[in-house]
């Protein structure tokens, strides 16, 4: 996963905060919410009297610290999404590989199936024998294995799957490995292809900070029972109806940019364009190598640099 990659990519301070405040200051009113209801209100009573009976400075000094405390806990909160997304991929300790084998094994498992079921389904719909709903079937089993790795090297997730899809498809089209030549491919971007992705990373990012707040938001569950349904509630729509589209949204665009992109990538570095598609995955793997540790053969002879 390009992760470390992407925690590297700044952001402008004033969208950060923005983007880190909000979901925590709500989670800070959820918690003073729950703090008055287990106290019967006595509790607002009580810190609105002695916010009252404090100086003006002594007011605007107690804001600016609960500020600050909100600001403190949404940066750490989302210095977790990267740690965070790895656990939701499916990058798990040792000390869970057992439940992750059986997990992968179940996605294998499921992928078999599908694979089964579309193969099925090309001979009818390739000549035109199937029926509108065979063909929507075969549309929507395409559309599911596009996001799982076609090499059989699964995750436990969806999320999981739906990323090291799109890192692995450059290896399977172009024979570029996607971890080694992503540095040097994002320096060559325009502005505006770095800006759709930088954004769609960091909406993905944000899906994952708004589950962690729903989960942590449970630990207020001693002091009002319902913390725990609302907390598992938006960590659950967070996962199924924001993370899970973010990922395949970010996937699209990691792939497009391969897509597009790459032989920017071989014109920087003097490499000789692969002459036709079937030439191109054993030319992408000797640049893949040569970017990762070198060459010293005498092939590929490099392009003049003002080539086009």
Do not use: C
């Amino acid at each position: 996963m390009l992760n470390r990659f992407w925690e590297a990519i700044g952001t402008k301070l004033a969208d950060r905060w923005f983007a880190v405040s909000i979901p925590a200051l709500l989670f800070w009113i959820g918690g003073l919410l729950a703090w008055a209801y287990s106290s019967g209100g006595g509790f607002a009573g009580a810190a609105v009297e002695w916010l009252s009976g404090q100086s003006p400075v002594g007011q605007i000094a107690a804001l600016a610290g609960a500020l600050l405390a909100v600001l403190a806990s949404g940066e750490l909160v989302a210095a977790l999404a990267g740690p965070a997304l790895r656990l939701l991929e499916g990058y798990w300790p040792r000390l869970l590989e057992p439940l992750r084998s059986v997990m992968v094994g179940g996605v294998a498992r499921r992928v078999a199936e599908l694979e089964d079921h579309f193969q099925a389904l090309v001979g009818p719909v390739e000549e035109g024998r199937a029926s509108p709903a065979e063909r929507a079937e075969f549309v929507r089993l395409d559309r599911q294995l596009r996001r799982v790795p076609s090499n059989g090297d699964y995750l436990p997730t969806s999320v999981g799957n739906t990323l090291r899809a799109a890192e692995t498809r450059p290896g399977d089209k172009y024979g570029l490995d996607a971890i080694t030549v992503w540095p040097h491919l994002w320096l060559l971007l325009p502005s505006g292809a770095q800006a759709e992705l930088t954004a769609a990373r960091r909406s993905l990012d944000t899906a994952v900070v708004n589950l962690l707040w729903g989960l942590l938001f449970t630990a207020f569950t001693p002091l009002a029972w319902w913390a725990a349904p609302v907390g598992l509630g938006v960590a659950f729509l967070a996962y199924r109806f924001s993370l899970r589209s973010r990922a395949e949204v970010f996937a699209d665009l990691v792939e497009a940019v391969f897509d597009l992109y790459r032989g920017t990538l071989y014109r920087q570095l003097r490499w000789p364009l692969p002459s036709n598609p079937a030439a191109e995955p054993a030319s992408g793997r000797r640049l893949t190598t040569y970017l990762w540790r070198g060459l010293d053969e005498a092939e590929p002879t490099f392009t003049v640099p003002n080539e086009k």
